[in-house]
């Protein structure tokens, strides 16, 4: 892992002494590369972070789901993290054998399960809500509260307008294949 981190920390070096050399870019395409970029990053800290606890972001996102929408079914936790149901089952494995979540058999469908948070899930839940608050203090140093409301508003656009732009695409594909 270190050999990874390693190389990975001298990447973003390289691109960083690279960038001041570069040509500027198109903003429309480098507004898109940044938020990759930034999405990639804050989930190695995230994964990075999470390890003193035991658990992986990935994990730790199934347990905030959970936490919000007890009861869940499996097939709709799945949807919400854009994972494939085999790999949300392994998470969840994992989560239910370290005492932190439950499934119960769906009472109207019994090849479905819904998904529960156990009492031990509490204190871990909390301890994450701090590590995350510790988390963002870092990532947002030096950027005013003012920017950051207005990014929010103004990524939610972004979000808005691909979810349209999904719909329209899975329409038209809908509509040719007939």
Known sequence: MAYCAYYKLAYYYLLQTEKQ????????REFAFTIMDVARLLKTYADQRARQFGISRAQWAVL???DRHEG????ELADMLDLQPITLTRLLDR???????ERRADPNDRRAN???LKPAAKPLLDRLADLGADMMETVLDGVS???VERMLKELGAVKDNLRAAIARNSNQQQAIAG
């Open 95 to 101: 989560l239910s054998d370290n005492g932190l979540i």
């Open 21 to 28: 050399a570069m040509p500027s870019q198109p903003v429309k």
């Open 64 to 66: 905030i789901r959970i």
């Open 72 to 75: 869940l079914k499996q097939t």
């Open 145 to 147: 509260m003012t920017s």
């Open 114 to 116: 819904r998904l529960y």
